[in-house]
C-alpha cells in the first residue's frame, strides 16, 4: 500500500451519504499485470480531511484503507498505491470522504472502478475472421479461443476495457471460444483477449498478443461525397 495508508477496522458503522460523493479515478489502466500497481485518486470538490477506499467483494465490503486528504485550490485528494497486486486485490473499488470532526459520518459512495489482475492463467488466441482489416462503417469479427474452459472471454483496446465481454462456448474439438461482432464503428488499434472464471471474475488470464485492427476509409465513397457537396 502507499505510504501513510492503513487498513482500518470500525466498531461503529459508518453512516454514509452525508455529503456529496467523491469522484475515484485510475491513473493507470484498470487492467493490472500481477505484481505491478495501481494507482486509484479520490478527490472532491469538499475539503475533506480523510478519504477512505473500500474494497468490495460479492457485493460486501472486503477492506477499508484510509489516507489523509491533500488540499490544493478548489477541492481535496488523495491518492491510494494498490501493489504490488496480487489476487487478493482484484475486485471492486469505491471512496468516500469524512471530516475529522466526524469521523464516522461519510460522503455518499463515488462510482466504482473494477480492478482486473491479469497473468493468472494461460493466454488464449484471437484472430480476425476475415484479417486484420476492415473497411470504415463495415462490421467485423475478433474470435478469442482457448483450450481452457473458461467461462468469459474479455476484449480489449490499447490495454483499456471497453464492456466486451461474452460468455464461451465450447467447440467439437474441445477448445472454448468467443465471437466478438464489432462494428459497424470499429475502432484502429491493439486488440487484446483475456480468458476468466465465473467464481473469480476479477482474475483474468494473460493478455494475448496485440492484434492490430486497420481501419480504411472508402476513398471513392469519400470523393462522391465531396463531389456531391460542391
Known amino acids: 500500500r502507499g505510504e501513510g495508508t492503513s487498513l482500518i477496522f470500525f466498531s461503529v458503522h459508518p453512516s454514509a451519504g452525508i455529503y456529496r460523493k467523491p469522484f475515484l479515478l485510475a491513473l493507470q489502466p484498470p487492467l493490472v499485470n500481477l505484481g505491478e500497481t495501481v494507482t486509484l485518486e479520490c478527490r472532491s470538490e469538499i475539503m475533506f480531511d480523510t478519504f477512505i477506499l ?67 492463467y ?65 475502432q484502429a488499434g491493439n486488440y487484446r483477449c483475456y480468458g476468466s472464471f465465473r467464481n473469480s471474475s476479477h482474475l483474468w488470464s494473460t493478455p494475448t498478443d496485440p492484434l492490430y485492427i486497420l481501419v480504411t476509409v472508402n476513398l471513392l465513397v469519400t470523393t462522391f461525397l465531396t463531389l456531391t457537396l460542391l
Open 54 to 120: 473500500t474494497s468490495h467483494k460479492n457485493g460486501t465490503i472486503k477492506d477499508s484503507f484510509e489516507l489523509s486528504a491533500e488540499h490544493y485550490h478548489g477541492g481535496s485528494q488523495a491518492n491510494f498505491s494498490i501493489g504490488p497486486v496480487t489476487p487478493d486485490d482484484a475486485g471492486t473499488y469505491t471512496c468516500y470522504g469524512s471530516l475529522n470532526h466526524s469521523p464516522y459520518e461519510w460522503s455518499e459512495s463515488s462510482g466504482p472502478i473494477d480492478i482486473n489482475i491479469t497473468g493468472l
Open 122 to 186: 494461460k493466454i488464449p488466441t484471437l484472430s480476425a475472421l476475415m484479417g486484420p482489416g476492415v473497411m470504415s462503417g463495415e462490421n467485423m469479427t475478433l474470435t478469442c479461443f482457448s483450450d481452457l474452459q473458461f467461462d468469459m472471454f474479455h476484449l480489449s483496446r490499447e490495454g483499456v476495457p471497453e464492456g466486451h465481454e461474452l460468455p464461451s462456448v465450447q467447440n467439437n474439438n474441445g477448445t472454448f471460444q468467443a465471437n466478438f461482432l464489432l462494428g459497424p464503428v470499429v
